[in-house]
């Protein structure tokens, strides 16, 4: 079965959210849509809506998070579901039990989602093609592959603050896109928005090889690759998944790929700065840009519950539904 079948059921509804590869432009507006629907509750005194009530979602994650991992966990209760954080670290696992039966063991508690992040590029991708048919598998990252909620949020953050015709728009991604994929996910998602410009701007050891084929533009120098850029968004530089020495030190980096201030003059007056998060302040972005009248970093955090509400209610087949 391919991906594109493996996410989308016969309707051409969301079953799993693995990644942005095979979606299309309809889906990822409908996702916006769906997370605008939901950006009030909030707001309400009664943070919650009953969409998902009676339906467990279990989150499991064998990497290490805590904003992706909380985030998810509160879109799920503000959808009225039950919520399973499986602690991987003391879990059967451990002990043994391989991957498929500690699925099978949470399907037999008739869970009914799995949020899954894995260092394993494909992990999640391997889960869907394995749990029961009732089941939704939604990617909370995996390896270097694909973290497609956070590229919806981050395209929800800018849709909110330069409005729905992404055709305009210059978007420059800047940093360790070699480790990222996060970024990858972004790249995806903006080329199927009809992104007008999408450029990465990074060192050459910090590109994959395949860069070029992304439908990207390519800058190495920072001022050259934010001139006149509409959105730009920092990556963290991943140093957990560095193997050798990809940079002569974090000092230097800054000097020649950090946002500063100062650099922000070659963007445009009303540039958004964004980053998934968490900030290496002084490696990648100036605390005074982090905190700056340009940033929309905290709100991308608030925006990811919107959006993740908005994927576990259509990957569950409830869009649609009342969530008055």
Do not use: W
């Not at 339906?55 to 990497?63: C, D, G, M, S």
């Not at 008739?110 to 939604?138: E, L, W, Y």
């Not at 690759?225 to 000092?251: F, T, W, Y």
């Amino acid at each position: 079965m391919s991906q594109t079948n493996l996410q989308i059921d016969q309707q051409g509804k969301l079953k799993h959210f693995l990644s942005i590869e095979g979606l299309n432009r309809q889906l990822l507006i409908d996702i916006l849509d769906t997370a605008e629907s939901f950006s009030g509750v909030a707001e309400q005194s009664v943070k919650k809506v009953p969409l998902l009530r009676g339906r467990t979602i279990v989150n499991l994650f064998f990497e290490a998070s805590t904003r992706t991992r909380t985030t998810f966990e509160v879109a799920a209760k503000r959808l009225s579901a039950d919520v399973l954080n499986l602690n991987i670290s003391a879990s059967s696992t451990i002990k043994g039990e391989s991957l498929l039966d500690t699925l099978r063991n949470l399907e037999a508690m008739n869970c009914d989602m799995f949020v899954v992040r894995h260092g394993d590029s494909g992990a999640a991708h391997f889960i869907a093609r394995h749990v029961a048919p009732h089941v939704s598998v939604i990617n909370a990252g995996d390896g270097r592959h694909a973290h497609p909620t956070q590229a919806m949020l981050d395209m929800f953050t800018i849709r909110r603050h330069k409005g729905d015709d992404f055709g305009r728009l210059r978007v420059a991604i800047v940093g360790d896109l070699l480790h990222s994929r996060v970024a990858r996910s972004q790249i995806h998602a903006l080329n199927l928005l009809n992104t007008g410009e999408v450029r990465v701007v990074a060192p050459k050891t910090l590109l994959p090889k395949y860069a070029e084929d992304l439908g990207v533009k390519i800058y190495h120098d920072m001022d050259e690759g934010i001139n006149d850029a509409d959105v730009i968004i920092m990556l963290r530089l991943q140093r957990e998944r560095m193997k050798g020495a990809r940079l002569p030190s974090e000092h230097e980096y800054f000097q020649l790929y950090g946002l500063t201030e100062k650099r922000m003059q070659y963007a445009q007056k009303d540039v958004l700065v964004m980053h998934p998060g968490p900030i290496n302040r002084g490696v990648e972005i100036e605390s005074r840009v982090a905190d700056g009248p340009h940033s929309v970093i905290l709100q991308q955090v608030t925006h990811g519950i919107a959006v993740r509400m908005a994927v576990m209610s259509m990957a569950m087949q409830t869009q649609g539904s009342s969530h008055e």
